[in-house]
C-alpha cells in the first residue's frame, strides 16, 4: 500500500458566499481567531505524515503564497526588537514541501484536482477543502489515514445534516458499517432532498487513487454545469474499495457566514489566553 504524501489543497473558487470581505483576499486567508483557514488546514495535512502541499490557486489567491513564504522583511524587524518569531513556524513550506499550480478558470471542484495531475503523478494522494474547518484531535485526516492502513482504495470524510440541508452537498449510499467506516455503494452531487441517498453528506477532506485523474480527464459536467469531483468518484465505486469516515470531532463549514463565526466562538472559548474575556461578553450580548 502506497503511502499518502502530497495533499491538493483546492483553493481556486471565487468565494462568492463571502463578498465583499473576499474580493482582494481568498476565502481561505480569512482567520478562525488568529490563524487563516488554509493554516488550519495545512497543520492538519502535517499531522497526518503528508509532506508535500500542492495548491490549486487562481487570480487574486498571491496571499496564500506569501504566507507560506518566509517574511523577510517582518522576520528582520521583529528579531531586531527581540520578539518571538516562533508564532511563525507554522507558516513555512520549505521549496520542496509545496507547489502551486493555477485553475485559470473556476469550472469546478473536479477541474481544479485535475490541474493537480502532473504533480500528483502516480500515487495515492489526498484533498483538503479549506472552508472544511474539521477541528478535534486526532485530526480529521489523521483519522482517515489510520483508516486508509486498514481498507486502502479511496476514503471520503462523511458526517450527518439534517435531511432538507442535503441538497447543497455531496451525499453517499452506505453500505455495512463498522464503527467510524461505512462502505459507500453510490455517491450524488446535490440531489433533491426526496431523492437523496442517506443524511450523510462528505465533508471536505478525502483520500484517493490516481486513477480519479483519468475519469477527471474527460472533463464531464455535472451538477451546476460545474466539473464535478462526486461525479468522477462514483465511477470507480464499482472497480476500486470505497470508504467513508465518520470524523469523531466537530466540524464547522466555514463556506457559509453563520459557520465561519460559530467556528470563532467556539475555538475562542477554547483558548485560555482569551476565553474568559469572550465568554463574558458573549453572555453579555445575549442577555
Ligand atoms: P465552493 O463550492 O465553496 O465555492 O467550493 P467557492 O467559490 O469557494 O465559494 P462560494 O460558493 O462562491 O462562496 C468548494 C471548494 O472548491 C474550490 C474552492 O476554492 C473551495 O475550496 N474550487 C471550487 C476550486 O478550486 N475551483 C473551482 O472551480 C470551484
Known amino acids: 500500500m502506497k503511502p499518502i504524501r502530497k495533499a491538493v489543497f483546492p483553493v481556486a473558487g471565487l468565494g462568492t458566499r463571502f463578498l465583499p470581505a473576499t474580493k482582494a483576499i481568498p476565502k481561505e486567508m480569512l482567520p478562525i481567531v488568529d490563524r487563516p483557514l488554509i493554516q488550519y488546514a495545512v497543520d492538519e495535512a502535517r499531522e497526518a505524515g503528508i509532506e508535500q502541499m500542492i495548491f490549486v490557486t487562481g487570480r487574486g489567491k498571491s496571499a496564500i ?39 485559470q478558470e473556476p469550472l469546478g471542484l473536479g477541474h481544479a484536482i485535475w490541474c493537480a495531475r502532473d504533480i500528483v503523478g502516480d500515487e495515492p494522494f489526498a484533498i483538503f477543502l479549506p472552508d472544511e474547518f474539521m477541528h478535534g484531535s486526532p485530526g480529521c485526516m489523521k483519522q482517515m489515514v489510520d483508516a486508509y492502513h486498514r481498507v486502502g482504495g479511496n476514503l471520503i470524510s462523511v458526517l450527518e445534516v439534517p435531511h432538507e440541508q442535503v441538497s447543497s452537498y455531496g451525499v453517499i449510499t452506505p453500505g455495512a458499517r463498522d464503527g467510524a467506516l461505512t462502505e459507500v455503494r453510490g455517491l450524488v452531487e446535490k440531489p433533491k432532498a426526496e431523492d ?7 465533508s471536505g477532506r478525502y483520500i484517493l487513487q490516481p486513477e480519479v485523474m483519468r475519469v477527471l480527464q474527460r472533463q464531464e459536467k455535472g451538477a451546476g454545469g460545474e466539473i464535478q469531483l ?21 466540524r464547522y463549514d466555514c463556506g457559509s457566514k453563520a459557520g465561519y463565526i460559530q467556528a470563532n466562538l467556539a475555538v475562542a472559548l477554547e483558548r485560555p489566553d482569551m476565553a474568559d474575556e469572550v465568554r463574558a461578553f458573549a453572555l453579555d450580548l445575549l442577555k
Open 196 to 202: 437523496a441517498p442517506s443524511n450523510l453528506i462528505v
Open 230 to 250: 462526486t461525479d468522477a468518484m462514483a465511477e470507480m465505486i464499482d472497480s476500486q474499495a470505497f470508504h467513508a469516515v465518520t470524523f469523531d470531532g466537530a
Open 65 to 103: 503564497e506569501d504566507h507560506f513564504d518566509i517574511a523577510f522583511e517582518l522576520e528582520k524587524t521583529m528579531s531586531e526588537r527581540g520578539k518571538d518569531l516562533s508564532v511563525l513556524e507554522p507558516t513555512r513550506l520549505g521549496p520542496g514541501n509545496c507547489a502551486y499550480v493555477r485553475q
